[in-house]
């Protein structure tokens, strides 16, 4: 069953990316309307999705896919944007009335679905292969998801230090911490990181609220037709959300590195409210790409992720992930009237973006150092700390997210290789 939906969300996120009404990467979303208004040729376009997508595949995705048997919805969606992208779609209007573009649309479910298997099998012979070495790496190499949950919390208070100064986001990270340790000391520690999460977001959304930005345009009017766009296409967009929230329901796929630890934790109800919160921080970045481009986001803004979680059986998590997203893309018209009547909103979406990055860089970097230590007591932080640091002048620098899991990687494979010629003992 598992093989079954993993084939179904790749060849599903590969075909929505060919025909344009979809795409994962959030970077790749602006640039559909060059392709599709005729100012960019369909191989300039692949070849920027590539470049865009394929580090990020290799360097953040993957390396938290092996870590447990829930694949990061990354690895899955940013290769099947180059996959879709890649085979042709004359015309995307009307593509199967057109030979080339049906034959590009079929290609694309094929290869996007295989991929998704191949993924699903290969990071499962990956982890077989790493507990079968000599030096069982894998145990270790659980470390690296330590400190990713608790740093992520406090983006909230980094994008309000951000957009309305130090004074405001201070306060905010105290007033987060203090509701978490209530809920940990009343009893609620399961939930005590999603309530300071989702009381960081609440600030942001009062503090916006309060901020007095001018309004820059009717963004609702401005961008009518690329909505309608996304409308026109409803029922594919409901047909991924119903595989994706079956998938979360099944634990096959998770959303974001943060959810997927605590899935794989077992802790559900801290990647419920995890998912629910980056959902809610998402809409801002991914309603905006998604009005100023006319094509949707292949996981929606987030919000089927919680309700595939929530769901008490695989069937209603289908429903429910498809009545999710079809809701979401159908709210880009509504999303787009408070963009601008609360104007800060939208501004924030940059902030939260970078100070996600920035938290995640500095928590998967204090993980990795504790998992490569922990592999290799005397030379695990210098194989990371070393790599870290040199990246940054590298003729071409890996994303410094997957640095450090990159490094552990290296270092597993390197006590394993000096235990095989006696210079180093379990």
């Known amino acids: 069953m598992r093989y079954i939906v993993i084939f179904l969300a790749g060849a599903f996120g590969a075909l929505l990316a060919n025909r344009g009404i979809a795409v994962f990467n959030d970077a790749v979303r602006p640039v559909v309307p060059e392709y599709r208004e005729g100012r960019m040729t369909r191989l300039e376009f692949a070849t920027t999705t590539f470049a865009l997508s394929f580090g990020l595949v290799i360097g953040f995705g993957i390396p938290y896919s092996i870590m447990s048997p829930i694949i990061l919805v990354h690895s899955l969606w940013l290769g099947t944007d180059v996959i879709g992208i890649f085979f042709p779609a004359k015309n995307i209007e009307k593509w199967y009335l057109d030979k080339e573009s049906l ?19 290969g990071l499962q012979g990956f982890v077989n292969m790493m507990q079968a070495l000599p030096v069982n790496v894998f145990d270790a190499w ?12 406090a983006f909230p208070c980094v994008v309000i230090t951000m957009d309305y100064g130090w004074k405001k986001g201070l306060a905010s990270l105290v007033v987060s911490v203090l509701l978490r340790q209530i809920m940990v000391f009343i009893g ?16 942001i959304i009062v503090f916006a609220v309060r901020d007095k930005s001018e309004s820059t345009g009717n963004l609702a009017s401005i961008f009518g037709d690329r909505v309608k766009n996304i409308r026109k296409n409803i029922i594919w967009i409901a047909i991924m959300g119903a595989i994706y929230g079956l998938a979360c329901n099944m634990h096959l796929l998770m959303e974001g590195p943060q959810s997927l630890v605590a899935l794989k934790d077992g802790n559900i109800s801290s990647a419920v409210s995890i998912s629910f919160a980056r959902a809610l921080s ?8 998604s009005l100023t481009t006319g094509t949707f986001v292949t996981d929606g803004f987030g919000f ?71 592999m290799a007591p005397g030379f695990g932080f210098l194989v990371v700390g070393g790599f870290f640091v040199m990246n940054e002048y590298f003729k071409k620098p890996i994303v410094r997210m997957a640095v450090g899991p990159i490094a552990v990687i290296a270092v597993g494979v390197l006590v394993n290789v000096l235990a095989v010629v006696g210079l180093y003992s379990v």
Do not use: C, H
């Open 188 to 203: 609620k520690g399961d939930i005590a990181d999603g309530v300071a999460l989702l009381t960081g977001l609440v600030l």
């Open 103 to 121: 034959i590009g649309a079929g290609l694309s479910v094929l290869v996007g679905g295989l991929y998704g298997v191949l993924l699903l099998a």
């Open 142 to 153: 659980q470390n690296i998801s330590g400190p990713v949950i608790s740093a992520f919390i």
């Open 282 to 289: 998402f809409i801002p970045l991914k309603a905006l790409t």
């Open 304 to 374: 089927t992720a919680t309700v595939g979680l929530l769901a008490p059986n695989g069937v209603l998590a289908a429903v429910f992930g498809a009545v999710v997203m079809s809701l979401e893309a159908l709210s880009l018209a509504v999303v787009a009237k408070l963009f601008d009547k609360v104007p800060s909103i939208k501004k924030s979406a940059d902030s939260i973006r970078v100070a996600m990055t920035k938290l995640l860089e500095v928590a998967i970097l204090v993980g990795s150092m504790s998992a490569a230590e922990g």
